[in-house]
């Protein structure tokens, strides 16, 4: 997915700003990930981040200044982290924030479904809904499918 935005945001003179573990670097501090390299080579700027590690208020200065937001973490970082990376989001302003999502309609599922994550998901939508400055989305159900037909998943 990065592979074709990055290009096409920076031939419209944006840039793209990947956040991205501290451990993403080798002691040489060559990138371990050859994608990271080829996004690095097509424009992507990287930004080394504990998002785990970081509290609300730290997430905030890291995104402030940025327009969009798109949420790639799932849930590695455990519980809490979506809602905090939203807070995060929130408080900095950005106006266009898309949470990470897993094909799942939270809506539909409710809460108490057995799958906590799923209930973090849920809440996400709510604070979401509470506010009205930041426009948000939840696209990546497309971009997997889209993915899913070209790979044959």
Not at 56 to 75: E, P, R, S
Not at 81 to 107: C, H, M, S
Not at 123 to 140: H, K
Request: proline share 3%; glycine share 10%.
């Amino acid at each position: 997915m990065l592979a074709s935005l990055v290009p096409a945001v920076t031939q419209r003179n944006g840039s793209v700003c990947v956040i991205v573990s501290g451990r993403s670097r080798d002691k040489q501090s060559k990138r371990r990930s050859s994608i990271h390299q080829q996004l690095a080579d097509a424009g992507a700027r990287f930004i080394p981040v504990d998002i785990a590690g970081s509290s609300v208020a730290a997430l905030k200065d890291q995104f402030h200044g940025f327009d969009t937001i798109i949420n790639c973490m799932g849930f590695v970082a455990g519980a809490g982290t979506q809602i905090k990376i939203t807070r995060a989001v929130l408080e900095a302003g950005v106006k266009r924030y898309f949470p990470w999502q897993f094909g799942v309609n939270y809506d539909v599922v409710g809460k108490g479904s057995g799958q906590p994550v799923w209930d973090e998901q849920y809440d996400v939508r709510t604070l979401l809904r509470e506010q009205n400055v930041t426009e948000w989305g939840d696209c990546f159900n497309r971009f997997i499918y889209l993915f899913s037909l070209r790979t044959g998943l």
